[in-house]
């Protein structure tokens, strides 16, 4: 069996050109940049615009990602989708390179729907990939998916798929919720990522396995600092200073805002595009926004900045 | 300019075989009884799963439906999609073949978004289709996509693309919504179908174009009579009496709940299929709602049964 990814894991931004086609090159360094500094890669999160990615795109940009020599190991593509045959074809893809493993949001265009219909979505997806199925996380975001997945369910899909369901990312936001994952599951397997840095210092101490955070997209390192430090000295400043650096993107819409941040710093403009129905930040909200990370002392240390 | 689709339109059902494949042989037996009985097919709305289809399948559905030899000009394809490259794709196709119109559902993944950015999809959609894109209809559903089509988002569109913006389906089940968009724009050629029949006898008054409604794919022909008697002294008669067997479907659920009785009146089990998250109807449930169809009168004369 693989070594489970721990620690700390960016949901990769996905950088567009002026076609508002995906930029390989452009997302291979942002990949580069982020292993370098001891982050997992969650390819194709929420941060990464997956909805907005089609299927080809998704599979030719994880493809990219490993012919450029990005280590699989490193790699957690989300592979959910509301159709099936899409999630099947994702998770398989996601198998055959090797990557560490899926994280997989549940279909999300019908609501109300019942755990036995989320059951079986996830069932199908790994009875289809067979055997050898990459490890599967679940994927909670409530307020966006707005189908959840339930202490119920993960104890169901545990049971029938032990082998293969791995774990759990917790964008509820409610800690409650990520502790009763971690007390419920951690001892048999079950990786919990709440979904902020800032509940690494909550998280930890009971067995959670690291987080899985927009912001680690800007500030992995300090993040890092933070997981290997939880038990130092250092531990409530290194939180500290995570959590500043978060409450700044926090305030503006995130991801318009950290796209306007990574363009400054690779000196690329078209780094700001995102798809509809997202929208781009303006000159003056994002210099708002690069104003306040100067006066917090923020830095992308060694990003590579466009060649000139 | 093509004539365009008015009157009584159904979201057409998917049926999926022991595979849980489409099963396209049912699909245009499906689609072929429908307009025999004088529906317009809104092929991949939400009541036929459409989420659950993979661009792929829808492609090759429509494909498949006008090499049957079904009138591209009663064909009104859903074809919004999360991703724009897919909503693209889709539309191009509903071009190519002629389609009536597209029922363009906005990305539904990312909630609280913009009424700029829900236009930048739009515009996106139609300036990459590039001229003769077929007439885009709007898909107000905000219980599901989350993402309203407001009355002013109505407006811009209309404004910037009067020859391609076409209409709307109205699927809030708020009269008081479909009435604004038709007093606001039916006047400027902008179709607005509220998405029940039940609606019928206030809409079509005012300007409304027909309907786009789930239970067309039960009872298309007293829906039809509904539509073409409004003026006539049968008028409240046929409204109630389409009102009744729509009232059986809503009180369970209702894609499965249909798939049920087209399984009983087709002879054929698998047409109970349904992809997850969506469960299927029990024998028992089912069982349930064709006892009160029947004592309603319920019938769907000449629906084609499996060969024996």
């Not at 369901?165 to 409610?174: C, E, F, Q, R, T």
């Not at 899985?212 to 400043?237: C, D, Y």
């Amino acid at each position: 069996m693989t070594k489970r990814l721990h620690g700390v894991i960016a949901p990769v931004l996905t950088p567009f050109n002026d076609k508002l086609e995906p930029d390989v090159e452009r997302f291979i360094a942002h990949c580069r940049w982020l292993v370098d500094n001891h982050a997992g890669l969650a390819i194709f999160g929420t941060n990464s615009e997956a909805a907005s990615l089609s299927v080809g795109e998704r599979l030719s940009l994880a493809q990219a990602l490993v012919e450029a020599g990005i280590p699989a190991a490193m790699l957690m593509p989300g592979t959910g989708a509301c159709a099936l045959p899409d999630a099947v074809e994702l998770t398989r893809h996601a198998t055959r390179i090797g990557a560490s493993g899926a994280l997989v949001l549940p279909p999300f265009y019908f609501k109300g729907v019942s755990d036995d219909g989320v059951f079986a979505y996830y069932a199908e997806i790994i009875e289809r990939v067979g055997s050898g199925c990459v490890p599967i996380y679940l994927y909670h975001i409530p307020q966006l998916s707005q189908v959840p997945i339930t202490l119920g369910l993960i104890e169901r899909l545990l049971e029938r798929y032990p082998g293969t369901i791995a774990g759990a990312k917790d964008s509820s936001g409610d800690w409650k919720n990520s502790k009763a994952m971690i007390d419920n599951f951690a001892t048999a397997g079950f990786d919990v990522f709440p979904a902020s840095e800032s509940l690494l210092s909550q998280a930890l101490p009971i067995g959670g396995a690291g987080c899985i955070s927009a912001t680690v997209n800007m500030n992995p390192a300090g993040i890092h600092r933070l997981f290997e430090g939880w038990q130092g000295p250092e531990a409530a400043k290194l939180q500290a200073k995570a959590d500043a650096i978060r409450t700044i993107f926090q305030a503006a819409p995130m991801i318009p805002a950290m796209k306007h941040v990574v363009s400054s710093f690779a000196a690329h403009p078209s780094w700001r595009r995102v798809r509809p129905p997202l929208v781009a930040l303006g000159d003056a909200a994002g210099g708002e926004v690069l104003a306040r990370l100067d006066a917090a002392g923020f830095d992308m240390p060694g990003y590579p900045r466009r060649p000139q």
